[in-house]
Nanobody
């Protein structure tokens, strides 16, 4: 599967953005999807996860209550709604897909990655 992330940009602290990740191929609904981010000089970190068909979600502590992951299997798209943004949320955001379940926060268990979209939050 090929992934294309979009929706990043510059926003003031307290603002909102919605990221999208469009997937190619007919098997999108069989993949668990995740969002990760990487800030300058830092390692890539887990942000959010959504199960392939139960749509169960899981979030990093740093974004829980502010970010919402969702998916539309008919449109082959996963979303990340980001509210109450903070300067610490500034990063390149990546969507990723995986076939296996478990250890959802581990980036190396995701099989496919999008190219990333930059989110900049000004103070």
């Amino acid at each position: 599967v090929q992934l294309q992330a979009s929706g990043g940009g510059l926003v003031q602290a307290g603002g909102s953005l919605r990221l999208s990740c469009a997937a190619s191929g007919r098997t999108f609904s069989t993949y668990h999807m995740g969002w990760f981010r990487q800030a300058p000089g830092k390692e890539r970190e887990f942000v959010a996860y959504i199960h392939e068909n139960t749509y169960n979600t899981y979030y990093a502590d740093s974004v829980r209550g502010r970010f919402t992951i969702s998916r539309d299997n008919a449109q082959n798209t996963v979303y990340l709604q980001m509210n109450s943004l903070k300067p610490d949320d500034t990063a390149v955001y990546f969507c990723a897909a995986r076939s296996s379940s478990g250890a959802i926060m581990l980036a190396n268990l995701y099989n496919y990655w999008g190219q990333g979209t930059l989110v900049t939050v000004s103070s």
